[in-house]
């Protein structure tokens, strides 16, 4: 059995898990509407009508949110699709780590901003999103931004992708954002970032790679807000804690992890 395909079976468990704790997250997105259109209906013409109105509508809000999360969240940041002939050395990068990696590979977005970051999307690994900022690709090396490539698709291996994505887009639609970053610890747990360091780090096989890269984007996390759009702020805002360079939620996030991570990187 192959290096990758044996990662890939270890991994599964923990993507499996990953994507279930997804679906609960998408399906409590329709408590509200249940109870609200129960209520309502239910009041006018009769409560066995008012609940079955109200089923019918939390699984069509769960539905919705659990298919077009992803979707959402892109339109949000403003991310387009990176076209391989424009973006070469990105691409080459994906793929090759994708198959050493032993996953499928990532659609792959850009964002035009001058910060520097990046974050994978999606509620499958098989149908991922890998999100870049167009300050990420200027101010790195290759073998810089083979590193950080690597960290976010330790996340799409793990899956823990499904459980950010889920959360960040029930955080953009409804005001709740410290509440969404505070879940996300919850269900993926504040080791999330350090564990795929060290998964990325054993993609490459060469952590002083990784570790620059977090030295330079360190100082310019805060990834949309050189371009002052306020969708942009909100869906970071809701993304804070998956970003690869976490981004303060507010002005009294803890973001202290992100010198720990760069101690531990220069100790391997």
């Known amino acids: 059995m192959s290096t990758s395909t044996t990662r890939t079976a270890a991994g599964r468990p923990v993507a499996d898990a990953n994507r279930r704790q997804a679906l609960a997250i998408a399906a409590g997105t329709g408590v509200p509407v249940l109870v609200v259109l129960a209520v309502i209906v239910g ?15 939390a699984a069509g809000a769960s539905f919705a949110v659990w298919r077009a999360g992803t979707r959402l969240l892109l339109s949000r940041l403003g991310a387009h699709v990176a076209p391989a002939a424009d973006e070469a050395r990105l691409h080459n990068l994906v793929e090759g780590l994708c198959a050493t990696a032993g996953i499928t590979k990532p659609a792959v977005y850009v964002i035009d901003d001058a910060a520097a970051n990046a974050v994978a999307l999606g509620n499958d690994s098989r149908a991922a999103a890998l999100v870049v900022t167009r300050g990420l690709l200027d101010s790195l090396t290759r073998i810089e931004l083979e590193g950080v490539i690597a960290h976010e698709l330790a996340h799409v291996e793990r899956n823990d992708i499904a459980v950010a994505t889920m959360v960040a887009a029930v955080g953009t639609l409804l005001p709740w954002t410290g509440a969404g970053n505070k879940l996300l610890e919850r269900f993926v747990g504040e080791s999330r970032e350090m564990e795929a360091d060290r998964v990325a780090t054993r993609l490459t096989r060469y952590p002083p790679g990784l570790l620059k890269a977090l030295e330079k984007i360190a100082p310019v996390s805060d990834v949309g807000a050189s371009g002052g759009r306020r969708q942009v702020s ?5 993304l804070a804690r998956s970003w690869i360079a976490p981004v303060p939620a507010s002005r ?4 202290d992890t992100f010198s720990e991570r760069i101690e531990l990187l220069a100790e391997l």
């Not at 909100?234 to 809701?238: G, Q, Y």
């Not at 009294?252 to 973001?255: D, E, I, M, T």
């Open 43 to 57: 009041l006018v013409a009769g409560w066995p009508i008012g609940a079955a109105a109200g089923v019918v509508a």
């Open 234 to 238: 909100a869906a970071v805002r809701s």
């Open 252 to 255: 009294h996030a803890r973001v």
